[in-house]
């Protein structure tokens, strides 16, 4: 399962660190949270924290899309 780690956010790709600096922003000062797209298919992704099983920090689609390497 491909685990994508950059995405888009208008015109400038993103790091998953960044985003994720961004949503908290976001919540801490109650503004709406950015829309990340996929940089190959640009369907909006979210992106998720470290799991507390090992598993890395991700984007994932918000819904399947088909076609996509990086939508599971």
Do not use: Y
């Amino acid at each position: 399962m491909p685990k994508a780690t950059t995405c888009k956010l208008g015109n400038r790709i993103v790091s998953i660190e960044d985003a994720l600096l961004l949503r908290a922003g976001a919540a801490r000062w109650r503004r709406p949270v950015p829309e990340f797209s996929c940089h190959e298919c640009n369907e909006r992704v979210r992106p998720h924290k470290k799991g507390t099983t090992g598993q890395a920090a991700h984007f994932e689609h918000r819904t399947r899309s088909p076609g996509c390497s990086q939508s599971a």
